[in-house]
């Protein structure tokens, strides 16, 4: 009768033991798997935020870089102007100093 009683002890914990086991097991492949699905939605949001950064940047540096361009095409223009202006006036006075000249000379 004890053998019977042990044998039916240990029948019933090594059954508890495996329905435990089981339970634990399936416990750790749900977390496990909760885990993979937290790390996968973290790395999707790193993912598009860096997307997003880039194209905000690039977005940013082209503007800037327009912006510069047309700084530049005014600033060519207005040296532009002030040189012609210059050289007219330049031309101007190198006309009226040759007509003097030529005068001065026909005088003398």
């Given at each position: 009768e004890?053998?019977?009683a042990r044998k039916i002890?240990?029948?019933w914990r090594s059954f508890v033991?495996?329905?435990?086991?089981?339970v634990y097991?399936?416990?750790r492949k749900i977390q496990a798997n909760w885990r993979a699905a937290v790390c996968r939605d973290l790395y999707l949001h790193q993912i598009a935020a860096k997307i997003i950064q880039t194209k905000w940047r690039s977005y940013a540096y082209r503007k800037e870089?327009?912006?510069y361009m047309a700084a530049r095409k005014i600033q060519t223009k207005w040296r532009s102007f002030v040189w012609r202006q210059d050289f007219v006036v330049y031309m101007a006075?190198?006309?009226i100093q040759?007509?003097?000249r030529a005068a001065v000379c026909r005088d003398l």
């Open positions: 004890y053998m019977a002890q240990t029948k033991w495996r329905q435990d086991f089981v097991m399936a416990a870089y327009v912006e006075a190198r006309k040759a007509n003097w």
